[in-house]
C-alpha cells in the first residue's frame, strides 16, 4: 500500500479496535475522506482477513479485528511513528526557513491551512520568532484548536475573530488533502481581495500550485 492508503487503512484499524460499533458515517467524518470510500477501505480490510463484521440490531453492524488486523494495526503503528519522526524533522527544518522569509519580508501575522501534526510543528516554530500565528482554518477536522490556536471553518471567520484583517502570508499545512485544501483557501483569499501570492505550499507536501 502507498503511504496515504496505509495512513487511511492504519486510522481505520484502530478506530474499530476503540469501537467495534462505530459507523461508516462517523469513520467518514473523524477520517475527513468521504462514506463511499470508507466503505471501499472496510470491504478491502475484509478481503484482506484484518477485520470481521458481524450483524447488530437495528440494521448495524459491529467491527473486530481479527489476529491478522492486530499484526497489521502494530506495523502500520511503528511505520507511523517512523513517519512522524521524519516529518518532524523536515518540517521543523522547513517551517524555520519559511518562517526566517517570513519575518525578512515583514509578514508577521500568519495564519495556518490545515489542522494536524505538521500545523502544530509550525507553531512550535514560530515561537523562536516574531510570527504570530493567529488561526488556523479547517472545515473538517472539528478541534477547536491546534497546539492552542484557535481553528476556524474559514478564512472570513478566522479574520472576523482575530481583529478583521487580512493575514500577512497562509502557510498551508494540510498533510492529508494538500490539494483540496488549497484550493479551497484559494478560493476563500480571492473572494476577499487576497493575492494569490500570499498563500504558501512548503515542499514537504509535494506539489506546487497552478498559479506558480
Known amino acids: 500500500m502507498a503511504g496515504a492508503e496505509e495512513q487511511i487503512v492504519h486510522r481505520l484499524l ?42 447488530a440490531p437495528v ?3 459491529l467491527y473486530y479485528l481479527t489476529p491478522k488486523g492486530f499484526e497489521e494495526k502494530s506495523r502500520l503503528t511503528g511505520a507511523y511513528l517512523q513517519r512522524s519522526l521524519e516529518l518532524y524533522r523536515q518540517g521543523r527544518h522547513e517551517c524555520s526557513e519559511v518562517l526566517k522569509d ?16 505538521f500545523a502544530e510543528i509550525a507553531y512550535l516554530t514560530s515561537l523562536s520568532t516574531p510570527i504570530q500565528i493567529r488561526a488556523v482554518i479547517d472545515n473538517v477536522s472539528g478541534r477547536p484548536s491546534c497546539a492552542g490556536v484557535p481553528v476556524f471553518s474559514s478564512l472570513a471567520d478566522a479574520m472576523n ?12 499545512t494540510d498533510l492529508s488533502r494538500p490539494r483540496r485544501c488549497y484550493a479551497a483557501i484559494a478560493e476563500q483569499a480571492s473572494e476577499i481581495g487576497l493575492s494569490l501570492d500570499a498563500i504558501h505550499v512548503p515542499r514537504v507536501l509535494n506539489f506546487r500550485p497552478q498559479h506558480d
Open 59 to 61: 440494521k448495524r453492524y
Open 102 to 117: 517570513f519575518v525578512a519580508r515583514g509578514k508577521v501575522r500568519v495564519f495556518l491551512a490545515g489542522d494536524g501534526d
Open 161 to 172: 475573530a482575530t481583529g478583521g484583517g487580512s493575514p500577512d502570508a497562509i502557510l498551508l
Open 14 to 55: 484502530t478506530a474499530i479496535d476503540n469501537d467495534a460499533g462505530v459507523s461508516q458515517r462517523r469513520l467518514s467524518t473523524d477520517m475527513g475522506i468521504a462514506v463511499g470510500s470508507v466503505n471501499w477501505y472496510v470491504k478491502r480490510c475484509l478481503s484482506k482477513g484484518l477485520i470481521k463484521l458481524k450483524h
